[in-house]
């Protein structure tokens, strides 16, 4: 009984002691961060906003160097606007690597947002139903980008 107490219980309480809380649900333009202990201390924002495979390469790119670098402690969006959209699409409209669709993914599971654009979609006569699941829809990726940089994102654009 000691032992179950030991595995169930303990590390509940460690956890209300240190403060951890259940994340609020965030809205639009707004970002949530799983750790339990509080905001990162690097936030940061992506416009990618072309289907090229080497933009969008870069991009991807610099997203895994910042999680490499800051680990938990950063915080990262990749809005997609526009032919961008194509990336988190399930049959992309533009010719996408393979690879970078799974390096998306990838990065989606390290907490990587990706925020698709309504506008962007509805242009397209997409639904979130054409994205992959990973993909976050946010009404205006515009207002999107400048909503995120209130909150102290620090905004990059290729």
């Not at 495979?53 to 895994?64: E, K, R, V």
């Not at 690879?99 to 979130?128: I, P």
Request: glycine fraction near 6%; charge should be negative.
């Amino acid at each position: 009984m000691k032992q179950l107490f030991r595995i169930l219980v303990l590390p509940f309480c460690a956890l209300c002691l240190f403060g951890a809380t259940v994340p609020a649900l965030a809205q639009e333009g707004e970002t949530q961060t799983d750790s339990l202990f509080g905001e990162p201390s690097h936030k940061l924002v992506y416009q990618l906003n072309q289907a090229d495979p080497d933009y969008m390469d870069h991009i991807l790119f610099s997203a895994g160097a910042m999680l490499r670098k800051f680990g938990d402690d950063i915080k990262i969006v990749i809005t997609l606007i526009g032919p961008g959209v194509h990336l988190a699409a399930k049959n992309p409209g533009r010719p996408v690597p393979e690879e970078l669709r799974q390096r998306a993914e990838s990065l989606a599971m390290y907490d990587v947002e990706f925020h698709v654009c309504g506008n962007t979609l509805k242009s397209l006569e997409w639904t979130m139903d054409d994205m992959e699941s990973y993909a976050t829809y946010v009404e205006v990726g515009a207002a999107d980008l400048m909503l995120l940089q209130e909150q102290g994102f620090s905004y990059i654009s290729w």
